[in-house]
C-alpha cells in the first residue's frame, strides 16, 4: 500500500520568506514517481514538479526547488523568495508505474502575507 | 495549451437522484481517472480507466459509481443514487501513455452539492 504524509498542516510566511513543505511516502515499488501539486483558492489542481524514484538529482526550477531523499523517503519542496499569489494548499503525490492512481499527502496550507 | 475541461463547475441536487459529471480529457491522452475532494480533506483515487475498461478502482467506487467513454471525446462519472457524503469536489484527470513524464493533468473540478 502507499502512503503520503505532509506533517505540516498550515505554514504562515510574510512575503519573500523562503518556505519548505515536507513530504515522506511510503510504498513497496521500486520504480515510482513523486509530485507536487498546487491548489490555488478557486480550486483547480495544478501540476508542480515531478522526480523519478531512479533519479536522485535535486534541482531547481526558477522559485521551485526540490529535494528529494530516497534513504529517508523523502521529497520535501521550497518556494524561494515566497509571494502572495503562492498562497495555496499544496499536495504532495506518489505514483507508481506507468498508468497508476496518484496517492495524495493531506496537504499543507500556505499562507503569504504581505 | 490543450488542458482538460469539467462540466458543470457546480451541481446541487437532491438526496436519491443521479447525476452525470462529464469530462473531457486532453485529446491525444488514454488514461483517464476520476478523484474526489471532500471539503477541506486529501484528494482520494476513485477510478481509472483505460482502453474502454476500469483498470483500477478504489474502495469509494462502489456499485452506485460506474464511468463511460460514450464517444471519442467524453469521459463520464454517474452517481445513481446520491447521498449526502457524496458532496465533494470531483475531478477528472488524464495522462498521455507515451510520454517519459507521467503527471495526471487536472481538469478544474466539479463541485457536487447533496442536499
Known amino acids: 500500500a502507499q502512503k503520503v504524509t505532509q506533517a505540516q498542516t498550515e505554514i504562515s510566511v510574510v512575503e519573500k520568506e523562503d518556505v519548505t513543505l515536507d513530504c515522506v511516502y511510503e510504498?513497496?515499488?521500486?520504480?515510482?514517481?513523486l509530485f507536487w501539486y498546487k491548489q490555488p483558492p478557486s480550486g483547480e489542481l495544478v501540476f508542480l514538479i515531478r522526480?523519478?524514484?531512479?533519479?536522485?538529482q535535486n534541482e531547481i526550477s526558477g522559485r521551485y526547488s526540490w529535494n528529494f531523499q530516497k534513504s529517508t523517503s523523502s521529497f520535501n519542496f521550497t518556494i524561494t523568495a515566497s509571494q502572495v499569489v503562492d498562497s495555496a494548499v499544496y499536495f504532495c503525490a506518489l505514483g507508481a508505474a506507468a498508468g497508476n492512481k496518484l496517492t495524495f499527502g493531506g496537504g499543507t496550507r500556505v499562507l503569504v502575507k504581505p | 495549451e490543450p488542458e482538460v475541461t469539467q462540466t458543470p463547475s457546480h451541481q446541487v441536487t437532491q438526496m436519491g437522484q443521479e447525476v452525470i459529471l462529464r469530462c473531457v480529457p486532453i485529446?491525444?491522452?488514454?488514461?483517464f481517472y476520476w478523484y474526489r475532494q471532500i471539503l477541506g480533506q486529501k484528494v482520494e483515487f476513485l477510478v481509472s480507466?483505460?482502453?474502454?475498461?476500469?483498470?483500477?478502482k478504489s474502495e469509494i467506487f462502489d456499485d452506485q459509481f460506474s464511468v463511460e467513454r460514450p464517444d471519442g471525446s467524453n469521459f463520464t462519472l454517474k452517481i445513481r443514487s446520491t447521498k449526502l457524503e457524496d458532496s465533494a469536489m470531483y475531478f477528472c484527470?488524464?495522462?498521455?501513455?507515451?510520454?517519459?513524464?507521467?503527471?495526471?493533468?487536472f481538469g478544474p473540478g466539479t463541485r457536487l452539492t447533496v442536499t
Open positions: 510504498t513497496r515499488d521500486t520504480t515510482y514517481y
Open positions: 484527470a488524464s495522462r498521455q501513455r507515451l510520454q517519459v513524464s507521467y503527471e495526471q493533468y
Open positions: 480507466f483505460y482502453n474502454n475498461e476500469i483498470s483500477e
Open positions: 485529446s491525444n491522452h488514454l488514461y
Open positions: 522526480r523519478n524514484s531512479f533519479d536522485e
